[in-house]
């Protein structure tokens, strides 16, 4: 009786300094920001519509940034019409890897990862296999917008598949690990590195399951990470640390960051950028809607620090003095 | 000000609302909840007389502007007569003119009525002149003064003389004086035209109101006089029985002063008798006959003027930004997440039909039904718009399988399963398989409760009898919830869900500092 009544109260205690809710009061305070405001005061400020689809469509930035000079994964063809999937062995040659995405995905969604081939058979990076026709329906579905913002006709991209850089091997399960940078002004404000788990199945999508590892600006060295709202020190599948690894090329990945902000002309910006074995940093794809979750990564609220930079009069033009601006703004160390 | 364009326009929709929320309830007196019907009175006067073969003109004095009434239709039924209306002072008087007349004739003048407290006016009209003090005879002189100089000395004001006034006047045991001056055999009338004589003595005017009780139904009654004082600025009206202020409740003052009811010229043996009727009728109506009396174009130009079966679909169209209302709460402010933004809405449409328990029933098991076979589909690898066409027929068929089973199984809400947007639930089957592949059961199960749960929650607010009532007969009112989505459109605060979500964070932040 007397234990079950001291359980109870200590649960109590529990739940007193650890409450299923917090105060708005007590998030403000933090400096956490909402989905709300990050759409209210953010995203339909510093966003013009009209410049919406040069990041909605992947295959569009990917032309700008070939323009500009910034690298992304080299693209290998793509299919825009349902007869044109007839051509894809022209595409694929004798390819052995590649990825095929909608130019127009919303979320990571659609995106299929081909690791190897043995004969008709295609094998996904998830080990499971997938036969030629399945291939060719899944780009129909691709096409007739299943996986599309608003559902619209879609175009397939087949792309050169990364090989992640053996950085964060000890941290990832599968998959390839992205590292995010919210770009604000111009002015890279917060970073994060996404690493797959065998929880996750192998996707870079913290809310499956993946850690998310806050990045300190000034150097690029991770800092703890968060696996499904908990802070934890090391990799659940590996057991290797998770805090503490360093970057590589980081000031190059900040500054293909910046620079994306002259591309996009979005001013409130999520870049997501792979690092590759052979070719260094690669964007990804842009996000005009960077979600919140870089707070949960970096267990900071971004608030703060976006109206540090919304209050600066100017901004410099150079991206290489932005990134510096940034990391002398926001570096930890 | 932040916003200050956006607030300057929510405010002006908001005062632009309720302006003709309130002009509607004040002037025209449409109620703000559901009465299916009110209190109308039909007053009667009949008017009888002898013609004596020659012209006759016959006046008889008719309600103006009746304390806690307002008059809704008059008649004056009267063949062959000239008619004209009149207004002498306070009152209204009906003239009918005829030539010729012989013989026993029939005049009726009825007027319908509703109660109004918004037609609680002062009556002012006319300003009298203040009576000369009446000669009045020795020993009557002595107890008049007598009690007035009393009741003075015991008031403060006219309103309060005239109340003590009246119940020493009426006092069971009376005093000396007042013994005097009452005289009990007279009737109502002269009894109280006996307090008149004494308050001129107080040089007060007064007069007296004729009224007509109308408790009941009323046939064969007469007009009960009322006591008025004047007390400079208005006149005051007593019962002269008890002193009580005021008219009595659902009585209705048909004249006031000395001029006769009836009078009549060229005829005589002229007696006018009355009755009344309650009768029970759609508010509406009212408040519509109500608005064309007062040449108010407002109810006209309304919802309430386009036929029956269209007034039908609006009263249903017009719930729908209320649904829209409950979508803008729970996913701006709480924070739930749906399939389609207003796909709840629609949903909550369908559950006007089936109700809510049902609704719920035969949503989720059409859902589950079609996902089972949208799974099935995948593996077929069709085109998405084949595919979709196919579930939009799958769905067809099974909403009517199910009506037949539940029919033959004698339950008969299963029937009303056909109102279901059948398109709204194929595309939200093939949404719910995609979220389901991508991200996982727990998400496509997470996003299709909260469909439920909004489309639950928008039924209950939207088939609301309050909510659908004021949203059809005052339309207007939507300006009010359109300000307050434009208002939520600015809203930059957190979601509730967001209080949840970074639990966490907050305490590693909290514990970092």
């Known amino acids: 009786m007397s234990s079950l009544g001291r359980s109870w109260r200590s649960r109590l205690r529990l739940l007193r300094r650890n409450p299923p809710l917090r105060m708005p009061s007590t998030l403000k305070k933090l400096g956490i920001l909402g989905m709300n405001e990050r759409n209210g005061e953010y995203i339909s400020i510093y966003n013009k519509r009209e410049f919406y689809p040069l990041v909605d469509d992947k295959l569009k930035t990917k032309q700008l940034a070939l323009e500009a000079g910034i690298a992304t994964p080299e693209l290998y063809g793509v299919i825009e019409i349902e007869h044109q999937v007839r051509d894809l062995d022209n595409i694929l040659g004798d390819r052995q890897d590649f990825v095929i995405k909608p130019a127009q995905g919303s979320g990571g969604s659609g995106i299929m990862v081909i690791g190897g081939r043995r004969g008709n058979q295609f094998l996904r990076s998830s080990g499971v296999s997938v036969s030629r026709s399945e291939l060719e329906h899944f780009i129909s579905n691709v096409l007739s917008g299943m996986y599309s913002l608003g559902g619209l006709p879609d175009k397939a991209i087949i792309e050169y598949r990364v090989k992640p850089h053996a950085v964060f091997d000890a941290v990832s399960f599968q998959g390839v690990p992205d590292i995010r940078t919210i770009v604000f002004r111009g002015i890279p404000v917060a970073s994060m590195v996404r690493l797959p788990t065998r929880q996750s199945d192998g996707k870079a999508n913290l809310h499956q399951g993946a850690i998310g590892a806050g990045i300190d600006l000034a150097t690029g060295r991770t800092v703890d990470g968060v696996w499904f709202n908990s802070v934890l020190d090391s990799h659940p599948d590996s057991g290797n640390a998770v805090r503490g690894i360093q970057v590589p090329d980081w000031h190059l990945l900040l500054e293909l960051a910046a620079r994306s902000y002259d591309l996009t002309q979005l001013g409130y910006l999520g870049v997501d950028v792979v690092l590759d074995a052979e070719h260094g940093p690669l964007v990804l794809e842009y996000n005009a809607r960077p979600g919140l979750n870089i707070q949960l990564a970096n267990q900071m609220g971004l608030r703060h620090r976006l109206e540090k930079v919304r209050a600066l009069e100017s901004v410099p033009t150079s991206a290489n003095e932005r990134v510096a601006l940034g990391q002398e703004l926001f570096g930890e160390a | ?513």
Not at chain 2, 338 to 344: D, I
Not at chain 2, 469 to 476: D, G, I, K, R, S
Request: with cysteine; proline share 5%; charged share 20%.
């Open chain 2, 1 to 513: 000000m932040k916003d200050f364009h956006l607030k300057a326009l929510a405010l002006f929709l908001s005062v632009v609302a309720i302006g003709l929320c309130y002009y509607k309830t004040e002037r025209l007196g449409v109620p703000l909840t559901p009465q299916s019907s009110a209190q109308v009175w039909t007053a009667e006067a009949t008017v009888r007389f002898n013609g004596k073969d020659q012209s006759a003109k016959i006046n008889l004095a008719v309600p103006k502007t009746p304390p806690g009434f307002s008059v809704l239709d008059e008649n004056f039924i009267s063949a062959g007569y000239g008619l004209a209306t009149d207004d002498v002072g306070a009152n209204r008087v009906v003239q009918w003119a005829a030539r010729n007349l012989s013989g026993p004739q029939t005049l009726y003048y009825r007027v319908v009525l509703t109660e109004d407290s918004s037609a609680h006016r002062d009556r002012t009209q006319p300003t009298p002149n203040y009576p000369d003090i009446p000669e009045y005879s020795d020993p009557e002189r002595a107890a008049v003064f007598t009690l007035l100089d009393s009741v003075r000395a015991r008031s403060a004001d006219t309103s309060s003389f005239a109340h003590e006034l009246l119940r020493r006047f009426n006092d069971p045991t009376p005093e000396a004086e007042v013994k005097v001056l009452r005289d009990e055999a007279a009737d109502a009338t002269a009894q109280v035209e006996q307090i008149q004589h004494i308050l001129a003595g107080a040089r007060i005017p007064s007069r007296i109101a004729h009224v007509l009780p109308l408790a009941g139904s009323l046939r064969h009654g007469s007009l009960t006089p009322w006591l008025e004082v004047y007390n400079g600025e208005r006149w005051l009206a007593f019962n002269p029985r008890t002193g009580a202020a005021g008219f009595p409740a659902d009585a209705l003052v048909w004249y006031a002063g000395d001029m006769p009811l009836v009078d009549v010229a060229g005829a005589d043996d002229a007696s006018v008798q009355f009755s009344a009727l309650r009768t029970s009728r759609d508010v509406m109506g009212l408040a519509q006959q109500r608005a064309r009396l007062i040449n108010s174009d407002v109810l006209e130009y309304s919802l309430l003027s386009l036929p029956i079966a269209t007034q039908n679909t609006y009263k249903i169209l017009l719930t729908v930004p209320l649904g829209a209302l409950v979508v803008v709460l729970l996913r701006n402010f709480i924070g739930l997440r749906t399939f389609g933004t207003f796909m709840p809405v629609l949903i909550a449409l369908a559950f006007r039909e089936t109700e809510l328990l049902w609704g719920c029933i035969l949503f989720s098991v059409i859902v589950a039904l079609g996902l089972i076979i949208r799974f099935y589909l995948e593996r077929l690898k069709l085109l998405l718009v084949p595919r979709l066409a196919s579930m939009l027929t799958i769905v067809i068929l099974l909403m009517a399988g199910v009506s037949v089973i539940s029919h033959k199984l004698g339950m008969e809400h299963g029937l009303s399963i056909a109102l279901f947007p059948m398109v709204i639930l194929a595309m939200t089957i093939e949404r719910m398989s995609i979220v389901w592949d991508e991200n996982g059961p727990k998400d496509a199960l997470l996003s299709g409760l909260g469909s439920l749960a909004v489309a639950a929650v928008g039924f209950l607010v939207m088939t609301h009898p309050l909510a659908e009532y004021l949203a059809f007969v005052f339309p207007e009112l939507l300006l009010l919830v359109l300000a307050f989505t434009l208002l939520a459109g600015r809203y930059t605060g957190y979601r509730v869900s967001e209080l949840w979500r970074f639990r966490a964070s907050a305490r590693a932040i909290t514990n970092k500092q």
